[in-house]
Nanobody, 125 residues
Framework: QVQLVESGGGLVQAGGSLRLSCAASGNIFSIHSMAWYRQPPGKQRAMVAASTTGGSKNYADSVKGRFTISRDNAKNTMYLQMNSLKPEDTAVYYC???????????????????WGQGTQVTVSS
């Protein structure tokens, strides 16, 4: 009933930029927080940037000053602007949302966490 779909990944040279998008769809009542995670080859998934409904934003130390998270609450969409990309930013990037939704039968579900399918970002040196 709820889907998160990422887009915007691709291959870029070091120093370049990419903008990722994550669109949430379905019977969404409200989204509390959204975040970007990434999983480099052979490593664990880790948080990159997070945004709460109240407007606070958090970033991993490795991306501070280079990445910017933003949200369009009217569109249930989150973005990640990635500048000055480095080869070590190469990973599959996933979006994550903590949200409330209603089922087709009208049941209300609160505080469920959904993940997107991931989008590959490759930065060449």
């Amino acid at each position: 009933q709820v889907q998160l779909v990422e887009s915007g990944g691709g291959l870029v040279q070091a120093g370049g930029s990419l903008r990722l998008s994550c669109a949430a769809s379905g019977n969404i009542f409200s989204i509390h927080s959204m975040a970007w995670y990434r999983q480099p080859p052979g490593k664990q998934r880790a948080m990159v940037a997070a945004s709460t409904t109240g407007g606070s934003k958090n970033y991993a130390d490795s991306v501070k000053g280079r990445f910017t998270i933003s949200r369009d609450n009217a569109k249930n969409t989150m973005y990640l602007q990635m500048n000055s990309l480095k080869p070590e930013d190469t990973a599959v990037y996933y979006c994550n949302a903590d949200l409330d939704f209603t089922s087709d039968s009208g049941s209300y579900y609160q505080g469920y966490v959904y993940w997107g399918q991931g989008t590959q970002v490759t930065v060449s040196s």
